[in-house]
């Protein structure tokens, strides 16, 4: 949830609350830091109630009443959850879960707590008879913090091994691709393969070229994904991070074409190939990255023989993409032979 955290007077914090719109509703008891989420966010809109029926039958407090009175000076609650480690225990598989709480006042006061939430699933294919127990909060024990919310956040819960860390830009690359691309691309079919979307991934090494060999070193990652593919070509999604820009999705231009062949026969000579702007395409055809020259290049076949195509290619420099060569064969004729019809390669 994304409020207005503004250090000021308990007057001006009374107008910003006002003012900001309600989370959106979320009730994912799917896995242990989705249910710690979730419980939040119900005590965030004030759904005491449904934030009580995340705990099994160990509540956390003596009677219901006891429970909303705790939240009686409580304005908004935000959350970070962190990654859970969890182990077997007859049966069952126990979560630990750590989380770093926000909590706003009434009277505008701020403070952090942090700690850890235990979280229980039994076998759901043992659970022969109703009523069947989903997964729930056993507990949670948080203690005042005087860090940020971010540094509260502990690195692990339990006596168990922590879990291994995520990969922060890959999972959200991931998650973009997911959610942007479900209608075009295959690869996010239901009933796909786990490696379907595996990604490929690169990370590149430059230096600004407005701040010459001088400066600082700078990464970048650039992460690829298949999308589709047809009866001969593949279809591909890019994404990049960096420090400074974060994660988006790569756009890449492209030369409109207009393209004027002898007696308007397709099959017969090109006479002229012109470029009448350009467009951002946010796909490449049969594409691949080059590490050493840092460059992203496409092969669009325009029939199976390859002998009609257009080829790009997007060289990596000052922390972008930017297209440095294009070549088109737009003459039917069996032999491959393009014409580079744009060169930023090459000096004028």
């Known amino acids: 949830m994304k409020r207005l955290l503004l250090a000021a007077t308990a007057s001006t914090l009374a107008c ?10 979320v009730d994912d008891r799917s896995d242990a830091a989705a249910l710690v989420r979730s419980f939040y966010n119900a005590v965030d809109r004030q759904e005491y109630t449904r934030a009580w029926s995340y705990f099994g039958e160990a509540k956390p407090t003596e009677n219901f009443e006891e429970f909303v009175d705790g939240f009686k000076d409580t304005e908004e609650v935000r959350a970070l959850v962190g990654e859970p480690s969890s182990e077997g225990a007859a049966g069952s598989i126990i979560y630990y879960i750590p989380v770093s709480i926000l909590a706003h006042g009434k009277d505008g006061s701020q403070k952090v707590f942090a700690g850890c939430y235990t979280a229980r699933l039994s076998n759901p294919q043992i659970q022969a008879e109703p009523p069947f127990v989903g997964l729930h909060i056993e507990k949670g024990e948080l203690k005042p913090s005087d860090k940020s919310l971010e540094e ?8 168990v091994p922590p879990p291994a860390p995520k990969d922060k830009v890959l999972e959200e690359a991931k998650a973009a691709f997911a959610a942007t691309r479900s209608a075009q691309c295959s690869s ?7 490696d379907a979307t595996k990604p490929e991934d690169y990370t590149i090494t430059y230096h600004d ?6 400066g600082p070193e700078r990464k970048a990652r650039l992460i690829r994904f298949f999308c589709t593919s047809g009866a001969y070509n593949q279809i591909h999604v890019y994404y990049l ?7 988006r999705e790569l756009h890449f231009a492209t030369p409109e074409l207009d393209i004027h062949y002898e007696g308007n026969n397709t099959e017969g000579k090109v006479e002229a190939i012109n470029i009448t702007g ?19 290049t496409s092969n669009g076949k325009w029939r199976a023989k390859g002998d009609a195509s257009s080829n790009g290619t ?17 003459t039917y004729d069996g032999i491959v032979n393009p014409e580079t019809i744009l060169d930023y390669n090459s000096a004028p």
């Not at 509260?152 to 006596?159: F, K």
């Not at 991070?241 to 994660?247: N, T």
């Not at 350009?278 to 460059?295: G, K, M, V, W």
Request: hydrophobic residues 40%.
């Open 16 to 25: 910003a609350h006002a003012l900001a719109a309600e989370p959106a509703y």
């Open 152 to 159: 509260a956040l502990p690195a692990s819960c339990g006596d």
């Open 188 to 194: 996010l079919a239901p009933g796909q393969p786990d």
């Open 209 to 214: 070229g407005n701040e010459g060999a001088a």
């Open 241 to 247: 991070a960096d420090e400074a820009r974060g994660l």
């Open 278 to 296: 350009f467009r951002a395409e946010n796909a490449l055809i049969n594409s691949t990255y080059d590490p050493q020259a840092h460059t992203i």
């Open 314 to 330: 997007w060289l990596f420099r000052n922390g972008d993409f930017s297209l440095v060569e294009y070549d088109v064969d737009a």
